[in-house]
């Protein structure tokens, strides 16, 4: 009995620890991906692995916690709704909105996608006005995670007529847009 009611706190607080250790490896990537392209250093491209080492260990991290709060939800049915289908979605849209925080580490730019998104941040900011480098970032990061929330609120809306398949295609479509995000056809120069 003590064990029933000890778990949920020994749940949340690794969570929290977790989340922790997220947000300090995630400040470590971005220190070393500022001296990798900031200062004159002759560190740079040792500076640029540990970039995007602790890049990864963020992801690795926040998948962490993810899944130590997804398994501490109780699966119910609220009509047709079901709970951890929903804590899924919500889940994978917070991953992304973390991951597009983190700069990739490949390519002159990046990768494609991530050239891609900052063109396309360019002209959302110019057709609203924005100018200098204010507000760069936000837009960014909203304008990627909503390219990946489109389709995958999609999947969740037609989560019925998908059955069984509607997490394994919300997992596949996570995984394949970090992996264009982070790894897939980095760019080899840059305009």
Not at 2 to 30: D, M, S
Not at 168 to 173: A, D, K, N, V, Y
């Amino acid at each position: 009995m003590t064990n029933e009611r000890t778990a949920p706190v020994v749940r949340w607080l690794l969570a929290g620890a977790l989340l922790v250790a997220a947000l300090y490896a995630g400040n470590l990537a971005a220190y070393h991906a500022w001296a990798a392209g900031g200062p004159p250093t002759p560190n740079r491209y040792w500076h640029a692995e540990w970039a995007s080492r602790f890049s990864w260990l963020t992801v690795a991290l926040v998948a962490a916690v993810i899944a130590v709060v997804w398994r501490g939800i109780p699966y119910r049915e609220t009509g047709s709704v079901q709970n951890s289908d929903l804590v899924l979605l919500v889940a994978s849209i917070v991953g992304v909105g973390t991951a597009s925080m983190l700069n990739p580490v490949l390519g002159i730019c990046g990768t494609a996608h991530y050239f891609l998104t900052h063109a396309a941040t360019a002209t959302v900011r110019h057709m609203l006005g924005m100018s200098g480098g204010v507000g760069r970032q936000p837009v960014f990061v909203a304008l990627n995670t909503a390219v990946f929330a489109i389709p995958a609120v999609l999947l969740y809306v037609r989560r019925a007529q998908l059955g069984g398949w509607y997490r394994l295609s919300l997992i596949l479509w996570t995984a394949l847009f970090l992996l264009s995000y982070f790894l897939a056809f980095p760019t080899t120069d840059c305009p």
